[in-house]
């Protein structure tokens, strides 16, 4: 169970805070647990003077194989205090009400709040990318995958526009963020840097050092310099509909939630993370 290990590592080398998913067993998909030791890593990175810039990481064979659709360690026994949004806890509430309260505040708004942290943030990406593992390495400013990494986001398979943090055809092109939604294919390492997704391919050996070289360029440029820049950028991104992009699809998302749950037998159209992905082995 997840109550025995620490389900986020937090380790600083010289001025780069390393920021660790760290549920193996379940490749690292995110309960609220998780989220919430996210938002407590990230902020702990922030207020450390000495941190220039933050990488996040995955532990065992995978970045992120998505959101937790029901382990055992999932959160709806657990409150927490809220931070994204100015929203009620999701913990208890019924129907649409705990769909909607939970999403905004552990998916799209902890990704927004993330998004805005003002010191550079590098993924670390291998193995598998998946769904609501594509929104924790999107709110990075860098990605840096290996060459065994793949990507996707399969959960028009559920009837569901993508997930909460829709950033795709910001991130990917329309053309190509079309094209995995309408198909939920897996999309390469090679391909996410073809489209201008990923930073830097390189083998999975060499992974870490280069990312932690990336890092240590980046953290000897002036800590406020690089907060206003990221600042800059973030909000030319905005200013192309980034965020009322996201608004409005968080309302299609939220429809499609409640239709499933109107004509099947849940609001995720009865499928798991396994059968989205179409493998056995994320």
Known sequence: MDDEIDVVTYRVSDSVAVVTMNRPRFRNAQNSVMTYALDAAF???????????IVLAGSGDHFSAGHDLGTPGRDHHVHYENRAVMWWDHVDQPGGDQRFA????????????WRDIPKPMIAMVHGACIAGGLMLAWVCDLIVASDDAFFSDPVVKMGIPGVEYFAHPWVLGPRFAKEILFTADRFSAQRAYEVGMVNRVVPRSDLENTT???ASRIAAMPRFGLALTKKAVN????????RNG????FGLHHFAHAHNAEVGTD????L?????AGRTDV
Do not use: N, P
């Open 272 to 276: 798991s993370i396994k059968a989205m």
């Open 43 to 53: 902020a702990r990175a922030v207020d450390d003077e000495h941190v220039k810039v």
């Open 212 to 214: 932690f070289d990336l």
């Open 267 to 270: 609001s995720l159209g009865g």
């Open 235 to 242: 909000q030319c991104e905005d200013q192309m509909g980034l």
């Open 102 to 113: 939970r999403e905004i505040e552990v998916y799209l708004g902890m990704c927004r709040r």
């Open 246 to 249: 996201m608004d409005s699809v």
